[in-house]
């Protein structure tokens, strides 16, 4: 089989006015970026009428495990069946791109496309996001520069720069102006702008979300916000267009919109409500993913995303592989399916609507294929399989009908806490809830944090777990399902603007690095701009 960016551009692609035009989407609605790509400007009042329905997934091995693959064939089958439906996907980071995991458009003939633009410099987003998180930063630094009116402790400041590349000599560095303090970089899908932008209703919402970014504290310990260096007006400004979905589409010519692009292991890991909610105005079905397993991405697109949109998915869908099975077991298929058994007792909790897909490999025999179909049915859910890889839309057919009749039943959601619960006892309905923890071990600092930051008024904002996609809980290590596990809480942080609380788990990093073997090793461009080895 070719490889994907060889499948990529083996299939014309329709000019994006086609697209928009199957979504009943004028002209005059689209802003293109040349003649494949554009975003959308439509109003975001329009009423929601679509199912939604989320794509998560049991823990990855490090090349992930085709949840997007899945979302995208998915949402081929859907149309191919006659059905107006549209996938909502974040938008990839170039940190992965050129590391390990490589891009996030699909693989095979399950793909968005152009795949080459969107996995790089796309229509500009991240940029914006970078280009607005550091001249916050810049703010900052010149209003202590030029005199601090404000009072700022400089060794208080809670903004970081970011840049959208893993770049581990970053996560250190020393600032030197008037005066030195110890900084540190993120990368850019990490920084509360992000989050800001995704979780924002529209521009004025996200002006006020920008103004509400808590940079520091003053000498007398008092709280410092954007709105303070009256800094909010700039930051919109480059955000302007950023704000605005994009649209795209998959190799059948079926509408996709990208937008947004946070870190599931870090931010909430979903793409942008702006996004969900016009694709639920134009759509009878809408497709969405939430970032590596149902431990992170589900239970953060959950409590955070749908909380604010006040809509919730009609279906839920579980990804899982052979390959990521046998992972979690030591390379046996029976150890490891417990993985696959502690998110369906995660999602349990959440939803009663849900699903398990199977997305098959040419490596997965019968037998195996069998015992996990067996498995899943003796625990009480419905079983498909998805080989959109291969087959695009043709291999998720059984998969698109199962949803179909599925989304006819309600589904009820239960959050894991109503948000005028303590901020201690939220965290402990997740980490002992759902991730089985018997101990949570707070270190002193994040304890005086949690006080003060009740003391300020944030204890009604839900929480975002940063921790390892590897595993549930704290440690990589900790394969398949731990139970009785002891799970340290070693940082918290407040995201003022985009309104939860950051709780990080043991050893977790901001600025990922790049591996021993990079993707980028095995990229390549000739003189007429052909590229090859992305994926």
Known sequence: MNSDIEIAHSIPMKPIV???????ISENHLECYGTYKAKLNIDEKNEKKGKLILVTSTNPTPYGEGKTTVTIGLNDALCSLGN????????????PVFGIKGGATGGGYAQVVPMEDINLHFTGDIHAVTACNNLLCAMIDNHIFQGNT???????????????????ALRQI???????????????????IMAILCLSENLMDLKKNLSHILIGYTIHKQPVYVSDLHGEEALTILLKDAIKPNLVQSLEHNPVLIHGGPFANIAHGCNSIIATNMALSLADYVVTEAGFGSDLGAIKFMDIKCRKMKTYPDLVIINTTIRSLKHNGDGILENGICNLQAHMDMMRKLSTNILICLNQFDTDTNEEIAFVKNYVEKQGFPFSI?????LGGKGALELAQTVIQLCKQENTITLPYSLDTPILEKIGHILKDFYQADMVLIEEKVRYEITHLEEMGYNNLPICIA???YAIGDSPKQLGYPKHQVIRVTNIKVAAGAGFIIVYLGNILTMPGLSKEPAYLQ????ANGNIRGLY
């Open 386 to 390: 998805c080989n959109a890889y291969k």
């Open 523 to 526: 990229m390549s461009i000739d």
């Open 467 to 469: 921790k390892t996609q």
């Open 84 to 95: 107006k439906s549209i996938a909502t996907l974040r938008e990839p980071s170039l940190g």
């Open 18 to 24: 086609e697209i928009a035009a199957k979504l009943s």
């Open 150 to 168: 404000l009072k700022i402790d400089p060794t208080t400041i809670q903004v970081s720069r970011c840049l959208d590349v893993n770049d581990r």
């Open 174 to 192: 020393c600032l030197k102006s008037n005066y030195e303090r110890d900084e540190s970089f993120v990368i850019s899908t990490a920084s509360e």
